[in-house]
């Protein structure tokens, strides 16, 4: 099949918005004298940056931004493998360059500050295992919400994105998103811990798709 382009730029500049919105947030509020709870800045900058990436390109590409996502809309066939594998060289791109321009603008320091990694106490293994459950039940709504109720799609993602936030982001990081832990551990100089962020999110999307597909049959008989 023949490339869709307009789609895969898309979801670079999709994935460049929301994760350079996220990125700078973690800047804002390390400023000197910036007293607003890290707790409360972050999980909202990702969560808004999200709304305002899909409402923009999300007619477009679909508004995956995140390979999580697209692994699982692969695999229950509302997108082809080949258009998968450029929608998700697209989002890390777009999550590097939104690395790269914090690094230019401010310092490479700044991008090292939002490199996901275990919280103090939480080892590599639960690491993993918070991540996979936190991407499948990210996952779980995303399949659900654009097959069921693809009007309100657009909101309730960002608002599920905040939530796990919310719940992960100090023990974790709250990554949820190959894409957006990459960007900012390439950018930053530290993959020290890269393989929990890709191994967790890709074993979510495979059980948030396995889980969806029974649900979704269960409802079709």
């Known amino acids: 099949m023949a490339l869709n382009w307009k789609k895969l730029v898309a979801e670079l500049f999709g994935t460049f918005g929301f994760l350079w919105v996220g990125y700078m947030s973690v800047a804002a509020f390390n400023q000197p004298g910036v007293t607003a709870p890290g707790l409360l800045v972050v ?23 995140n390979p999580a996502v697209t692994i ?21 791109i777009g999550a590097v360059g939104a690395g790269l321009l914090v690094m230019l603008t401010i310092s490479q320091g700044v991008v090292a500050a939002g490199i996901t990694r275990p919280g103090e106490g939480i080892t590599e293994i639960s690491a993993v295992i918070i991540e996979a459950v936190g991407t499948f039940g990210f996952l779980l709504v995303i399949l659900a919400v ?21 719940a992960m982001a100090t023990i974790t990081g709250a990554s949820v998103n190959p894409a957006r832990s990459l960007g900012s ?22 059980i948030a798709f396995l889980v969806w597909r029974f649900i979704a049959n269960d409802e079709a008989a």
């Open 185 to 206: 551990a390439l950018v930053g100089g530290d993959l020290a811990h890269i393989w929990i962020y890709i191994v967790g999110p890709v074993i979510g999307a495979v």
């Open 43 to 65: 999980p909202f900058a990702f969560g808004l940056g999200l709304l305002a990436a899909i409402f923009c390109f999300g007619h477009i590409s679909g508004g995956h931004y």
């Open 146 to 166: 654009t097959r069921k109720a693809p009007a309100i799609a657009g909101l309730v993602i960002p608002f599920a994105l905040i939530a796990l936030h919310f």
């Open 72 to 92: 699982a809309m692969a695999l229950d066939k509302r997108i082809e493998i080949p258009e998968a594998i450029g929608y998700i060289v697209a989002q890390v």
